[in-house]
């Protein structure tokens, strides 16, 4: 049920199974204090509140501010991997999947990619400290990439123990199609646990050095190494 306290943000539309979502993102304080914030679909042809689907309480941060700026962040693969996972979870549909690490570091490197757009081959963005939207896109790519990266050195089963520890005992069967939303939660909390510069100090690096980032993300993205 929708709360008072609830607030919805239009984030996309979709298709899924011959139809059009739309996708919400939903935010409301916790009573920890904290904000919490997952994502709704509602298929065009809903009318009710019940023909939503819906992930888990994918983000809790301090502010609501801050679960807009990772919601940003968040391209149509994973959008739409998170549509899926809501879908199926909805309907009790199980089934097999690939090992978690390895499939988020695919969907992170794809939607890394969606986000910012492929310029990894093209000399860097032609940007200048006007285009804040662009500079936005492409810190929400790196951070994205340094989750992957992370994942990407940590030993199959010890990321497994991780998971655990991170959900705190949560009863998941990552063979389900509900693994990609608490996936997600696993991400975010990696992504708050690393130390990212804030949107300022990387934006400055950035500009004074773009060809190292650009090699970085060429060697990531293109090659499919760390670098």
């Known amino acids: ?50 023909d939503e689907v819906r992930t ?5 941060e301090a502010t609501e501010g801050e679960i807009h700026e990772k919601a940003r ?3 149509r693969p994973l959008l739409a991997g998170l549509l899926e996972s809501a879908i199926y979870t909805a309907a009790g549909t199980n089934g097999g ?27 860097g963005p032609d940007l200048d400290a006007r285009e804040i939207e662009r500079l936005r896109s492409l810190y929400a790519s790196y ?7 992370y994942i990407c050195l940590v030993e199959q089963e010890a990321f497994d123990h991780a998971v655990d520890a991170i ?3 949560e009863s998941v069967d990552f063979l389900a199609k509900d693994r990609m939303q608490y996936a997600m939660m696993v ?8 130390p990212l510069p804030d949107f300022e100090t990387w934006a400055a690096d950035f500009l004074a050095k773009p060809e190292t980032y650009r090699l970085y993300t060429h060697t990531l993205h293109r ?3 760390l670098p």
């Open 1 to 50: 049920m929708t709360t008072l306290k609830e607030h919805r943000r239009s984030v996309a539309f979709l298709e899924s199974q011959g139809d059009t979502w739309a996708c919400f993102l939903v935010t409301a304080p916790g009573e920890d204090g904290s904000w919490h914030g997952y994502f709704s679909f509602r298929p065009s042809h809903g009318e009710v509140e019940e």
């Open 56 to 60: 888990t309480d994918i983000f809790i």
């Open 167 to 169: 959900l705190d005992g």
């Open 143 to 149: 951070r994205l990439d340094q989750v992957s990266h």
């Open 187 to 194: 991400v975010d909390h990696i992504e708050r646990l690393l």
């Open 73 to 75: 962040g968040l391209g």
């Open 97 to 123: 999947a690939p090992r978690l690490r390895g499939l988020f570091r695919s969907l992170l490197l794809e939607n890394a990619v969606e986000i910012a757009g492929d310029w990894s081959d093209d000399g």
């Open 223 to 225: 090659e499919g190494r």
